[in-house]
């Protein structure tokens, strides 16, 4: 098969981030007057159960009536995330949070040699774009093919959706697509859509299981440079 189309997951694949998914929640419920510190094992703790269970948690808090549930948990998914690109977007442009390794210089090769990248991440697509753009600049972002974000699909990963609908836009058939991932529900996303998966863990999900991953590598940049040949090859060999 060919190699015509990169897709990224953007959470912990190109940035460490879930650690300011932590911290932009300690932070709403200082802005709510909520007396609560999630710390690093509070936070893995509620990371394994999916589905908005965080913000169900902060609205039991609150004592308000069920009936206000659904316009209350937008209004705070809405000012956590505010906070969290906040939180990332200024940390980037201080220099005191980098792309992780190697992926600057994968996206660079990929993109010389003429192959779309496109981005596929669970994040709304607003603050996807101001988080690309504080880490790549207005350039790097604007080249890329696709970003499909939450609200583009009605099935979160480990649904393949919104992979399929990355490489529809594209117009390259899932078969000729790598994927890069950095979580377990995030590499069956990408498997189930029929792509080839790359697994860089990061922190938070060092312990998933990524025994079905097409490639696993803790750095890309460790122990050798993963370049666009080994992309290629993903595709050729399995
Ligand atoms: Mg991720």
């Known amino acids: ?86 939180l990332i977007t200024t940390d980037l442009n201080h220099g005191n949070l980098s792309l992780r390794p190697g992926i600057r210089r994968l996206f660079g090769e990929v993109k010389d040699a003429g192959i779309p990248i496109a981005i596929g991440s669970a994040c709304e697509k607003a603050a996807a774009k101001d988080v690309l753009r504080a880490a790549f600049g207005d350039d790097l972002t604007e080249s890329f093919a696709a970003i499909c974000a939450g609200e583009d699909v009605s099935r979160k990963k480990p649904d393949p959706s919104i992979y399929l609908l990355a ?8 078969s000729e697509c790598v994927v890069i991932e950095d979580t377990g529900h995030g590499m069956r996303a990408a498997l189930g859509a029929g792509m080839k998966c790359l697994v860089t863990p990061s922190e938070y999900a060092l312990d998933h299981d990524f025994s079905k991953a097409t490639c696993e590598r803790i750095s890309l940049d460790d122990p050798s440079p993963l370049g666009l040949s080994d992309l290629k090859l993903m595709l050729e060999n399995h």
């Not at 419920?29 to 902060?58: H, N």
């Not at 490489?167 to 899932?174: D, R, S």
Request: net charge negative; no cysteine; proline share 4%.
């Open 1 to 86: 098969m060919p190699f015509s189309l990169l897709i990224s997951d953007l959470d912990g694949t190109i940035l460490e981030t879930e650690d300011y998914h932590r911290r932009a929640y300690n932070l709403l419920f200082k802005k709510l007057d909520i007396s609560v510190v999630w710390t690093k094992q509070d936070y893995i703790d509620r990371l394994g159960v999916m589905g908005g269970s965080k913000l169900r948690e902060v609205f039991s808090w609150m004592n308000l009536p069920e009936t206000q549930y659904f316009k209350v948990r937008n209004d705070l998914y809405q000012q956590k995330t505010n906070l969290y690109v906040e």
């Open 167 to 174: 490489a529809e836009h594209v117009g390259v058939p899932p």
